[in-house]
């Protein structure tokens, strides 16, 4: 654990305060792919002039500065000269294999450099004739089709580099189907047929595929939160928000595990990383835990849920909640406002878990006297509070996301040099922030710029309407069935795919099913998002746990096990809101509804905690109840699960129902259990008192 002791006169006890967890910088990664290579010299420098080169052109494009003099960039013009600038860098950063050097760079990754800068370049200087002659139809220059076909290739190798082979062969056989979609094996995913010509033309000139969704939500809103992401890291946000976590939680009882759930959602709010959150929250949270009692496997699982909620957390969220907005053709400030609520719930159960087992299990707070100052804390970090407000304010009342990020940062930067000592950045400090966002822009894009030839292959094929309805029909039009295929199947997607990319998936496949049901279109998304989200914690990929598990230094697999217990209220979440749209903040007086339905979720979500973790707050430790102790714990879950669930919409009952049928199962067995205990007090330590 890093941390110092504070310098306090001889009458007062020492403080233990946090440094920085992020040092120097924090590296907001989105795959699992973690064998990096450390760029040196000329190349180091050459991906820091490409970043700052990538940064002024947002900059200019989401403000219209008109750096090009008599020029109008089109968007697709700005796409590619992106791509141009940072797809090449990713086969210098990640290793073609695992036995790839890591201290210098192979002439053939050289080769892949150049040839991927050439055809980009090639492809940008002909996107805008592209669209005047409708190229990406039929008619490209022999010379175009040759680049593109080099471009589909150098695409399908970064994204085997940066995600994985899981990825590519996920990813692989899709980009190519349009080769083969009218073959009859293929059953109802048959359509169009392309040859490789139209094929290639249309996945790199067309604005559905390359050029498509992902890449738009990289360009215009994506570089802008990493920026603001990045500098709020390195300005010592990291340090603010564990200490001001410590200060706050720190007492409670199984203090340091609520301190790691709210420490990691206040990392993850900035972040939008779950890898990263791990990385850093957890090297100061998990030792903590392991000393105040929690076995080493459950100190990584509350770790690793806890990090998981980062892609889900508004302000800045992961790159998936980007590519929502530009699927549903919203701002981004709407995918935030409706991952409140689903936030919120999240780290509730999450706490109440966490409650309920270090009650059963009679784990100590830590004692204030070892502990940072709450005023102490926010009077060396006060100015993080105003550039937080200022990005919520531009991004929910202004409605300005591409544009808020940037203020948000130019605010940072000013504050730190005026107000921090330690923290003031050098010349140093910038080279190193560029080299940082580099790193993170370029496995975004071989990422983001993969998963786009997906949307491309299935937008050419025109399949996607045929097989919504193929899907309503196995489903036999049941929301419920279909609900759970699609949680199963997102599940198992998340399992070999980063987030983003099992989104898009199921935003393409799956979605569609559930919107010609009825279902709200936000709350379908994020039904997916959140599914993809968690397998991020589920065995046996769980990235996330493993990670952890490095950290507390317990088994991999065993802490990936104990992360889905601890996390097991997180699974009944996305139900609830895809019943009733109000819980992301849709429909007639959502706010007011939303509220209400909430106030249900969480009240319910105390009972499935204390079922799952058999103690009952308010009640007791549920082993007092003798042999009756698990038919209790089931019936609590059960009821608690009931009191949660939203009635109405596709739901046979109404919520004064559901809530009454849920109440008539937990009172009943509440006052079982209060009885029992009563009469069979149990110590901590689980024996019985004669």
Not at 70 to 89: R, V
Not at 560 to 577: D, H, T
Not at 593 to 607: E, K, Q, V
């Amino acid at each position: 654990m890093s941390a110092s002791t504070a310098t306090t006169p001889q009458d007062e006890p020492k403080r233990v305060v946090f440094d920085d967890p992020h040092g120097a910088a924090g590296n907001m990664q989105e795959a699992e792919v973690t064998r990096v290579r450390a760029l040196r010299g000329a190349w180091r420098w050459l991906l820091v002039a490409a970043t700052a080169a990538t940064i002024l052109l947002c900059i200019n494009q989401q403000f219209s500065l008109r750096f090009f003099i008599g020029y109008t960039q089109l968007n697709t013009e700005y796409f590619y000269l992106l791509i141009a600038l940072m797809l090449p860098f990713t086969f210098l950063i990640f290793p073609g294999t695992e036995s790839a050097p890591l201290d210098r760079i192979p002439w053939y990754d050289l080769v892949l450099f150049v040839v991927t800068f050439a055809a980009a370049l090639l492809l940008m200087s002909n996107v805008r004739k592209a669209a005047e002659a409708g190229w990406e139809f039929g008619g490209a220059p022999n010379n175009v089709i040759a680049a593109g076909l080099v471009m589909w290739v150098m695409l399908m190798e970064a994204l085997r580099r940066t995600g994985g082979w899981s990825l590519l062969l996920s990813v692989l056989p899709f980009t190519v189907y349009p080769l083969f979609a009218e073959a009859g094996w293929l059953g109802p995913f048959r359509g169009t047929q392309s040859t490789l010509e139209q094929a290639t033309a249309y996945h790199v000139l067309s604005g559905e595929s390359l050029l498509g969704i992902p890449i738009q939500a990289f360009a215009d809103t994506v570089i802008g939160f990493l920026v603001f992401g990045t500098a709020l890291m390195m300005t010592g946000a990291g340090k603010f928000f564990i200490n001001l976590a410590f200060a706050l939680c720190g007492t409670f009882r199984g203090g340091a595990a609520k301190v790691c759930i709210f420490a990691s959602g206040l990392l993850g709010m900035m972040s939008g990383s779950i890898i990263s959150n791990v990385l850093t929250a957890g090297t100061m949270t998990i030792p903590v835990m392991k000393k105040s009692g929690f076995r080493a496997s459950y100190a990584g699982a509350i770790e690793a849920c806890a990090s998981t909620g980062a892609v889900l957390a508004p302000p800045v969220m992961g790159a998936t909640a980007f590519v929502i907005a530009q699927f549903l053709n919203v701002s981004y400030a709407d995918v935030a406002l409706a991952a409140i609520i689903p936030a919120a719930l999240y780290y509730v159960g999450l706490f109440m878990q966490v409650d309920s087992y270090a009650a059963r299990h009679g784990l100590k707070g830590i004692p204030r006297a070892e502990l940072p100052r709450v005023m102490d804390t926010i009077k060396d970090g006060w100015y993080y509070v105003f550039v937080i407000a200022l990005l919520i304010v531009m991004l929910l009342y202004f409605k300005r996301e591409s544009h808020a990020p940037f203020y948000a940062t130019a605010l940072l930067l000013v504050l730190n040099q005026l107000f921090s000592k330690d923290t003031r950045w050098t010349l140093a400090t910038i080279g190193k922030f560029l080299e940082v966002n580099g790193r993170t822009f370029v496995e975004l894009v071989g990422i983001l710029a993969g998963c786009g030839l997906l949307i491309g292959a299935f937008s050419m094929t025109g399949v996607v309407s045929s097989l919504a309805n193929d899907l309503l029909h196995i489903a036999g039009d049941n929301p419920f069935l279909l609900l759970g295929m699609c949680a199963l199947t997102s599940l198992i997607l998340g399992l070999g795919l980063t987030t983003t990319a099992c989104y898009i998936f199921l935003a393409i496949l799956v979605a569609p099913a559930l919107e010609k049901l009825g279902l709200n279109r936000m709350a379908v998304h994020m039904f997916i998002f959140y599914w993809g989200m968690l397998s991020s914690i589920t065995p046996p990929v769980a990235i996330a746990s493993f990670a952890a598990a490095g950290i507390a230094g317990s088994p991999a697999m065993k802490t990936g096990w104990e992360s889905m217990w601890v996390g097991s209220i997180i699974y009944f979440i996305p139900f609830f809101f895809v019943l009733n749209p109000a819980l992301v903040l849709q429909g007639p007086s959502p706010y007011f509804a939303g509220l209400g339905l909430m106030g249900l979720a969480a009240f319910g979500t105390l009972f499935i905690c204390g079922g799952i973790q058999g103690y009952q707050p308010f009640v007791g430790d549920l082993r007092g109840t003798g042999s009756l102790e698990w038919p209790i714990r089931v019936l609590l879950v059960i009821g608690g699960f009931v009191v949660a669930t939203p009635g109405g919409g596709i739901m046979p009952l109404s919520q004064m129902q559901v809530t009454l049928l849920g109440l008539g199962i937990l009172l009943p067995t509440i006052l079982i259990a209060l009885l029992l205990i009563r009469r069979q007090p149990v110590m901590p330590d689980g024996l019985r008192v004669p």
